[in-house]
């Protein structure tokens, strides 16, 4: 069953100083029970398109679904089926966890002894039920964002949207929200929808990943198919030779091989794409041999979804994450135009 449909979505900002085509007609579908991530670095859409499937900001053009209701045009229908967890925290640091969970419980209009019941089961789901009567600025990082999606679960959504869910937080308790994560969604069928800029994150808790950069998803399938697509092994080379004439003719004979699926350069490394690595490699030191080309470097190494963020978007993950200047501004931007 598809919980999430999206058509030609798209959203711009406008502004006297200068519009943002942040999503640029994007479609997908999500099926029931499914974790399905978008990733991708800042500024690339991600948080636009979460914010336009939870009713925060209209389309400029385009249709999203939600178990049916349409996001403009049923906003109450979608809030009261989806929990969202956003980047920002929504805790209130002066409030006890206790506290807090009761509020958002009567945001949703549940009577106290459903509050109750529920805030029970959740605090203790994600460890938090001894230190429940402390206020939460006494609280980590990491039991902070914890208890935030707590508070998004506690009416039970059907959809649970999770924006970048480990932002900023240290490894050990990333882990911990992963596996917070895959036992949200074992124990209650939950769909969950989250945006990340982390690789291995999506690796690890994603059923598929749609893979998002300015404004346009780029690629979309199951994080092994993803890695397949790119077609082999990978070999890196460093090449210490001035000549690129040589080294011209150097990958020319290579690219003759029958395993050789394709060669790239990038910043003077050159990546070989192969089916078989290890019995490549001895055949690319005999050629470099004959043609007096001087190896610095060799590696090999399986896929990641680094390399297949390269081969999609022409361009490595950490060269495309935007400065802090550029997240400003956009989030100045939104926050006008909401």
Same mark, same amino acid.
């Given at each position: 069953?598809?919980?999430?449909?999206?058509?030609?979505?798209?959203?711009?900002?406008?502004?006297?100083?200068?519009?943002?085509?942040?999503?640029?007609?994007?479609?997908?579908?999500?099926?029931?029970?499914?974790?399905?991530?978008?990733?991708?670095?800042?500024?690339?859409?991600?948080?636009?398109?979460?914010?336009?499937?939870?009713?925060?900001?209209?389309?400029?053009?385009?249709?999203?679904?939600?178990?049916?209701?349409?996001?403009?045009?049923?906003?109450?229908?979608?809030?009261?089926?989806?929990?969202?967890?956003?980047?920002?925290?929504?805790?209130?640091?002066?409030?006890?966890?206790?506290?807090?969970?009761?509020?958002?419980?009567?945001?949703?209009?549940?009577?106290?002894? @459903?509050?109750?019941?529920?805030?029970?089961?959740?605090?203790?789901? !994600?460890?938090?039920?001894?230190?429940?009567?402390?206020?939460?600025?006494?609280?980590?990082?990491?039991?902070?964002?914890?208890?935030?999606?707590?508070?998004?679960?506690?009416?039970?959504?059907?959809?649970?949207?999770?924006?970048?869910?480990?932002?900023?937080?240290? @490894?050990?308790?990333?882990?911990?929200?992963?596996?917070?994560?895959?036992?949200?969604?074992?124990?209650?069928?939950?769909?969950?929808?989250?945006?990340?800029?982390?690789?291995?994150?999506?690796?690890? !808790?994603?059923?598929?990943?749609?893979?998002?950069?300015?404004?346009?998803?780029?690629?979309?399938?199951?994080?092994?198919?993803?890695?397949?697509?790119?077609?082999?092994?990978?070999?890196?080379?460093?090449?210490?030779?001035?000549?690129?004439?040589?080294?011209?003719?150097?990958?020319?004979? @290579?690219?003759?091989?029958?395993?050789?699926?394709?060669?790239?350069?990038?910043?003077?490394?050159?990546?070989?794409?192969?089916?078989?690595?290890?019995?490549?490699?001895?055949?690319?030191?005999?050629?470099?041999?004959?043609?007096?080309?001087?190896?610095?470097?060799?590696?090999?190494?399986?896929?990641?979804?680094?390399? @297949?963020? !390269?081969?999609?978007?022409?361009?490595?993950?950490?060269?495309?994450?935007?400065?802090?200047?550029?997240?400003?501004?956009?989030?100045?931007?939104?926050?006008?135009?909401?």
């Amino acid at each position: 069953m598809k919980v999430i449909e999206v058509k030609d979505l798209a959203k711009t900002y406008y502004s006297p100083f200068g519009n943002i085509e942040a999503v640029k007609g994007i479609s997908f579908e999500v099926e029931e029970g499914e974790i399905f991530g978008f990733l991708g670095p800042n500024g690339a859409g991600k948080s636009t398109t979460i914010m336009m499937l939870t009713t925060l900001v209209k389309p400029t053009k385009g249709t999203a679904k939600i178990l049916g209701y349409d996001v403009v045009h049923q906003p109450n229908e979608v809030r009261r089926v989806i929990g969202y967890v956003s980047q920002d925290l929504t805790v209130d640091d002066t409030l006890t966890g206790w506290e807090n969970m009761y509020l958002q419980g009567r945001f949703y209009h549940l009577p106290k002894e @459903v509050i109750k019941q529920r805030s029970e089961e959740l605090l203790k789901l !994600l460890r938090l039920y001894e230190r429940a009567k402390d206020k939460a600025e006494t609280y980590s990082g990491g039991m902070r964002k914890r208890l935030d999606i707590a508070m998004g679960l506690i009416h039970r959504p059907k959809i649970l949207f999770l924006d970048e869910p480990t932002l900023g937080l240290d @490894v050990q308790t990333r882990q911990d929200i992963w596996e917070y994560v895959q036992k949200i969604r074992k124990e209650n069928g939950m769909t969950i929808f989250l945006t990340t800029h982390y690789m291995e994150e999506a690796d690890s !808790l994603c059923d598929r990943i749609a893979i998002i950069d300015k404004g346009e998803i780029k690629a979309l399938d199951t994080p092994r198919r993803l890695k397949d697509s790119i077609g082999g092994d990978l070999i890196s080379l460093k090449i210490s030779n001035e000549s690129l004439e040589e080294i011209s003719k150097f990958l020319e004979k @290579v690219k003759t091989l029958e395993v050789v699926k394709n060669i790239t350069s990038q910043d003077g490394r050159y990546t070989i794409v192969a089916s078989n690595a290890e019995k490549l490699i001895p055949m690319i030191f005999s050629i470099a041999y004959e043609s007096n080309i001087n190896i610095s470097s060799i590696t090999m190494k399986k896929p990641s979804l680094d390399d @297949v963020y !390269l081969a999609y978007t022409g361009k490595e993950f950490r060269d495309e994450e935007g400065s802090k200047e550029d997240a400003m501004r956009m989030r100045r931007l939104v926050r006008r135009t909401r």
